[in-house]
T-cell receptor, first 112, second 109 residues
Framework: DAGVTQSPTHLIKTRGQHVTLRCSPI?????VSWYQQVLGQGPQFIFQ???????GRGNFPDRFSARQFPNYSSELNVNALLLGDSALYLC???????????FGPGTRLTVT | ELKVEQNPLFLSMQEGKNYTIYCNYS?????LYWYRQDPGKSLESLFV?????AVKQEGRLMASLDTKARLSTLHITAAVHDLSATYFC?????????FGAGTRLTVKP
């Protein structure tokens, strides 16, 4: 069975640009969560989506947004990129209400 | 505010030795997770602890949860080099998941 997939694997952007990251959950999983992991730190929760609705939001500015599609895949959008947005962005999927979530390989974003 | 604190942040062990990583948290949540992360890789789920007194073991790793003390421990028995990685604990509370800063474990021969 395919696990959680994310694209692209790596991305280099310039300050002020916009980026879109994509995530496909494990088949049957309807809940997707996004995390930001800055080098040397633990992941920080950004968003959780279930059935195309936002169900949870971490302490991130409005430059960060996300959506979930009818096939349960998800996009994370970041506008007006800052150097501090450089991080590994992780997507995780789960059955709604399940305690277990499964992480994708991540997208490494570098902002120069 | 939900806070999760791990210690130590860095741990250098010799093969064959035992050690414990501690995770303190500030919420009343009783869902506690342990993850492993290898350099440049994603997170691998190790344990999910759901109730007070829960204990789970897998190979040389054993995790326990004391919800009254808001403390979880990850005990490493007879460490081997393959256990070298960063270990995170995380607590789930109202659709928010908070991670500790991680414990970077190095096992030396």
């Amino acid at each position: 069975d395919a696990g959680v997939t994310q694209s692209p694997t790596h991305l280099i952007k310039t300050r002020g640009q916009h980026v879109t990251l994509r995530c496909s959950p494990i088949s049957g999983h309807k809940s997707v969560s996004w995390y930001q992991q800055v080098l040397g730190q633990g992941p920080q929760f950004i968003f959780q989506y279930y059935e195309k609705e936002e169900r949870g939001r971490g302490n991130f500015p409005d430059r960060f947004s996300a959506r979930q599609f009818p096939n349960y895949s998800s996009e994370l959008n970041v506008n007006a990129l800052l150097l501090g947005d450089s991080a590994l962005y992780l997507c995780a999927s789960s059955f709604w209400g399940s305690y277990e979530q499964y992480f994708g390989p991540g997208t490494r974003l570098t902002v120069t | 505010e939900l806070k999760v604190e791990q210690n130590p942040l860095f741990l250098s062990m010799q093969e064959g030795k035992n050690y414990t990583i501690y995770c303190n948290y500030s919420t009343t949540s009783d869902r506690l997770y342990w993850y492993r992360q290898d350099p440049g890789k994603s997170l691998e789920s190790l344990f999910v602890l759901l109730s007070n007194g829960a204990v789970k073991q897998e190979g040389r790793l054993m995790a326990s949860l004391d919800t009254k003390a808001r403390l979880s421990t990850l005990h490493i028995t007879a460490a081997v080099h393959d256990l070298s990685a960063t270990y995170f604990c995380a607590v789930s509370d109202n659709n928010d998941m908070r991670f500790g800063a991680g414990t970077r474990l190095t096992v030396k021969p």
